[in-house]
Structure formats: structure tokens, C-alpha cells
């Protein structure tokens, strides 16, 4: 059992804090569109799985099962036949869920900015500041040169 002392406990910046892995499956492509979908109402699997498009069945099982064991859906297994398994947020998924939505409206509504930014962006420029000419190599370290020892 893991308990809290006194004080910020976790720190998501740490590389040691087990708040990152949570970040990551709530945040990541597939946890934070599966934690949307299932925010209006629970569903089955291959409901969720044609809501969530382009996702493959492993890796909707796969984000599943880590947000279960983060305690973010719940999956209820009901021995009928023939088997049927309903997922849902729990309260604290739910809670997480409702602000990722939030930011996915946000994307969503600011979208014609950013891809006017990403034409910007890729409309090649005169000068070393192109982005098909720029020099990203990190400079010379140790008296090496560029490209080999």
C-alpha cells in the first residue's frame, strides 16, 4: 500500500514519480481519445472501438487495461451468454476526462490557426532559417568532428 507523507507528494517532472505513467496513459494518442469517448456513456468494446477510429483491437486492450489499473474505466464483466464486458470512467476518470475534453475542443476550435501556422511553416524561405535547410546537428563536442569519431 502506498501512502502519502506531508507535503507535494508527486512531482510529474520526476522521472521516478509513477504520476508520469498516468499522464502518459490519460494524455497519450489512444488514452485520451478512449477516456472522451467513454465520457458521455459506458459502452462495450467494439463500440468504443469504432468510435475511437483507427485505433487496432490490441491497442485499444492495451489502453484499456492500463487505465483500469490506474483506476480511470472500470470493466464490468457480466457472465451472461454470450459474455458481455461494459466499460466506464470512474469518478476520477471521469473528472479527467472532462478536462481533456476541454482541451480537445480548444484544438479543435483553434484549428484553421494551426494549420496556418503548419503552411507557414512549410513554405520554404530564402536563407539558412528554412526548414529544409537548417542545420539542427548539435554542435562539435570533445574535439570530435561532425558525423564520426
Known amino acids: 500500500m502506498v501512502t502519502v507523507m506531508d507535503g507535494p507528494a508527486f512531482d510529474v517532472f520526476s522521472r521516478q514519480c509513477p504520476s508520469r505513467s498516468t499522464l502518459e496513459h490519460a494524455t ?3 488514452g485520451g481519445l478512449t477516456l472522451g469517448a467513454l465520457y458521455e456513456s459506458g459502452c462495450r468494446f467494439n463500440e468504443l472501438r469504432r ?5 487496432s483491437e490490441k491497442m485499444l486492450s492495451q ?22 464486458v461494459d466499460y466506464a470512467l470512474t469518478p476520477l476518470g ?16 483553434r484549428m484553421p490557426e494551426v494549420l496556418t501556422a503548419r503552411e507557414r511553416y512549410d513554405t520554404p524561405r530564402e536563407g539558412p532559417d528554412t526548414p529544409h535547410e537548417r542545420d539542427d546537428t548539435p554542435p562539435e563536442r ?8
Open 28 to 30: 497519450g494518442r489512444w
Open 51 to 55: 468510435r475511437v477510429d483507427g485505433v
Open 63 to 84: 489502453t484499456l487495461h492500463a487505465l483500469e489499473r490506474d483506476g480511470l474505466v472500470r470493466r464490468d464483466a457480466r457472465q451472461v451468454n454470450p459474455p458481455r
Open 94 to 109: 471521469r473528472e479527467i476526462a472532462g478536462r481533456l475534453l476541454g482541451l480537445i475542443r480548444l484544438v479543435e476550435e
Open 142 to 149: 570533445y574535439g570530435t568532428a561532425r558525423g564520426g569519431l
